[in-house]
């Protein structure tokens, strides 16, 4: 089955710095690529989402691009800010009629003001 | 459109007891997938069900198991609880089978002793 790796696991930034987390799978069959934001005791949130005809993707400060060859995609937050602060988890599913999501181990950003 | 709701939000069990726990989708969703929490194991598929059929499953044992109703309301149940079952609950709620789009519930947390 599909395995998605995530690394950091914890990152700290300081306000205005730019965060990076990358994610590698397994599974050449995959082909759609979500990022969700959980803050603490909270529902994870959708973020963001790549799909495999795609190589990029920005909203706002919020930016995926995705490497297919490599296998890998990640998620860059430019001009971090302390609301930023959460767990984030990379996902990835395929078009194969189920609505299965793999995540990764997730990454604990801290950003400090 | 109202979220996906879950309830109970929170639960104290003991070990062999049985548990259900209930997830309402965002009204027009037809697909429903349920995911264990842990901080150790992270996000981890349990099973997907649409139009009241299991569709897929995760590598969990039979004592969790789960249906769904017509108004496409899904339950899942946990019998012979053991510690290691204690985890956050998750059900996410797509528009239809193989819509990659989930979005989460805030979960119901368990926690055994």
């Known amino acids: 089955g599909e395995n998605v790796e995530q690394h950091p696991s914890t990152l700290s930034v300081q306000e205005g710095d730019s965060a990076v987390i990358k994610c590698t799978y397994s599974d050449s069959a995959s082909n759609y690529f979500p990022w969700y934001k959980q803050e603490l005791g909270k529902r994870p949130q959708l973020i963001i989402d790549i799909r495999s005809n795609v190589g990029e993707k920005k909203d706002q400060r919020i930016a995926v691009t995705l490497n297919k060859t490599a296998k890998h995609f990640s998620l860059h937050i430019t001009e971090t800010q302390p609301e930023d602060s959460a767990v984030y988890f990379c996902a990835a599913s395929k078009n194969s009629g189920y609505s299965t999501l793999t995540f990764g181990k997730g990454t604990m950003l801290l950003v400090s003001p | 459109k109202a979220g996906v709701t879950q309830t109970p939000r929170y639960l104290i069990k003991t070990r062999g007891q049985q548990v259900t726990l209930s997830c309402s989708p965002i009204s027009g969703h037809r697909s429903v997938s349920w995911y264990q929490q842990t901080p150790g194991q992270g996000l981890q598929f349990l099973f997907e069900y649409f139009s009241e059929t299991q569709r897929n499953k995760g590598n969990f044992p039979g004592r969790f198991s789960g249906r769904q109703f017509s108004n496409s309301r899904s339950e899942m149940n946990v019998s012979t609880l053991e510690l290691g079952d204690s985890a956050l609950y998750l059900c996410?709620?797509?528009?239809?089978?193989?819509?990659?789009?989930?979005?989460f519930g805030p979960g119901t947390r368990l926690l055994v002793l």
């Open positions: 996410a709620s797509s528009w239809d089978r193989g819509a990659e789009t989930q979005y």
